[in-house]
């Protein structure tokens, strides 16, 4: 059979990127602050802002997940480190808030005074429920023990009469019993008086002013965790407390790499989220071999830290990577959520992924800057800059967890880069413009949300000369002397 090498190249796909399409605007009845932007992340993972930051070391680590589920969106936690490091990252952000908290750290009436604030320190608590045979017998706050004797026993300078709540409390009422008692905490016990959790003041001012957050039934952050499609032990662990577990390689079209993930996917409760896929085929086989997966993460080689396509010319940029799947699952009838990875530097390229089929979008580069990714801010040149860097840069590979990212013994070229990104201020801020940009594109294009978008809305080419027209342009900005 003669190899059609003339059509190979002649009648080759176009492959499409963001700067190759503008969102036409259509008849709109809605004003954008009537977007409704809420949307699954995975099959159980509904977000009312669906904006993820992605598993990498420079972005996001507990304190960024933390954040990031307070605004309404979600952060998967890097798997650069060893498993410990990476459960104990996980459970802080499900430590992080609850309506009552359970797995209490709890003391006993016969411990000194001395001992107990310890424990406070230790577990940066600022009160104890004291409990003797399972029953609450007291309360002992840090303002119990200012001043005291260290030496005296915990019953001495306990609260003995305790006000409690049961089970079946709701949060009006917890309120209600807080208010009219003046307490800050609300241990809650069974018939029996044993404790079961407790109720802070902490907890539900957070609730009420991060009403979009997203939680789980029990009131706490969801959190997602990867791992590698060959680290079966790491998925296990993180299954114990994660909400989602993401599959991290660039090339999930891989027979080894199928093989394992489906593994995973057997064994794992949790939602597990497949990728990176580029082409229709690779879903396909995904549909085909892995027996349960919940979302599938977009585009291969788009990433601002990327140099896989440079080194390699392989790859499947971002836009084009969201519309194969899209319409490989819709062949299926299948409505997997599709999660948009790479090349994403602004609302307006996050709005072309949601027009084309994405459920949601995650970004490395644009949280990399924020106050709440790992790492310090570097002054350079009188402004202030955060450190940025792709997992399969050098450095992030000599840590040794994330060599498999891009084969199973570990490729010898790296496919990343560092570098550094401008300090962008704190999460919030950053999510709320980024609201703001989208709910604006979902009103150009007279969608009120992200399923109306991908029905109605249609999508303009431009060329490169185009796309300049369309950024500011005979006008000096400020620090630039170009005109
Ligand atoms: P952005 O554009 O948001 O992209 O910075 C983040 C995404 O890029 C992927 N990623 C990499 N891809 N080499 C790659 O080819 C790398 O070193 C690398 N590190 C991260 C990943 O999908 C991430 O979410």
């Keep these: 059979m003669p190899i059609d090498f003339y059509n190979k190249l002649h009648k080759a796909k176009d492959v499409y990127t963001f700067r190759d399409f503008i969102l036409l605007p259509g008849l709109s009845k809605i004003e954008p602050e009537d977007v409704s932007l809420s949307s699954n992340f995975s099959t159980d993972i509904k977000l009312n802002v669906p904006l993820v930051s ?8 507990s304190e960024m997940a933390i954040s990031m589920a307070r605004e309404g969106g979600l952060g998967i936690i890097h798997r650069n480190m060893s498993i410990d490091k990476q459960v104990e990252e996980v ?27 310890k424990i406070m320190s230790k577990h940066n608590v600022s009160g104890l429920p004291i409990v003797k045979s399972k029953k609450l017998v007291g309360l ?17 300078l306990m609260t003995k009469t305790v ?32 404790l079961i959790g407790l109720i802070t003041v902490k907890d539900i001012y957070s609730r009420e002013k991060y009403s979009l957050a997203s939680r789980d039934d029990e009131g706490r952050l969801l959190v997602g965790a990867s791992v590698s499609p060959f680290d079966l032990k790491r998925a296990k662990e993180l299954d114990k407390y994660v909400d989602v577990i993401v599959s991290d390689v660039a090339h999930f079209h891989n027979e080894n790499i199928l093989k394992a993930a489906n593994k995973i996917s057997q ?35 788009s990433g601002s830290i990327c140099i896989t396509s440079e080194v390699t010319k392989a790859g499947s940029p971002t836009l084009f990577a969201v519309s194969q799947i899209a319409s490989k699952l819709q062949e299926h009838n299948l409505s997997k959520p599709i ?25 490395g580069n644009v949280f990399a800057g924020c106050n709440e ?21 050098d450095s992030a590979r000599a840590q040794n967890y994330i060599i498999d990212r891009y084969s199973k013994k570990g490729k010898t070229i790296s496919e990343g880069v560092e570098g550094v990104v401008p300090s962008r201020g704190n999460i919030s801020e950053l999510v709320k413009d980024f609201v703001g940009g989208l709910q604006a594109s979902f009103g150009y294009a007279g969608a009120k949300n992200i399923k109306t978008l991908w029905q109605t809305s249609s999508l303009g080419q431009i060329t490169g000369v185009g796309s300049d027209e369309l950024k500011p342009h005979n006008i000096i900005l400020p620090g630039e002397d170009k005109y």
């Design 339 to 363: 999660i948009a990875d790479g090349g994403i530097r602004s609302s307006g390229d996050a709005a072309l992924a949601f027009a084309i089929g994405a459920s949601s979008v995650m970004m």
């Design 91 to 117: 459970k802080k952000v499900k430590r992080a808030e609850s309506f009552i908290i359970k797995n209490l750290v709890t003391a006993s009436p016969d411990l000194l005074i001395s001992e107990a604030t």
């Design 54 to 61: 992605s598993p990498m070391d420079t972005v996001t680590e």
């Design 267 to 301: 064994e794992i409760s949790s939602n597990f989220v497949v990728g990176n896929l580029g082409t229709e085929a690779s879903v396909e086989d995904v549909i085909h071999r892995i027996d349960k997966f919940d979302g599938i993460r977009a585009g291969v080689g």
């Design 373 to 393: 990714s790992p790492g310090n801010l570097i002054k350079i040149g009188g402004k202030y800059y955060k450190q940025y860097r792709g997992m399969g840069s």
């Design 140 to 156: 002992l706050t840090k303002r119990d023990v200012k001043f005291s004797d260290i030496d005296s026993k915990v019953s001495n």
């Design 163 to 194: 006000v409690t709540a049961s089970e079946s409390v709701s949060i009006d009422e917890a309120k209600r019993i807080m208010h009219k008692n003046r307490v800050e905490k609300l241990p809650v016990v069974n018939n029996g008086n044993e």
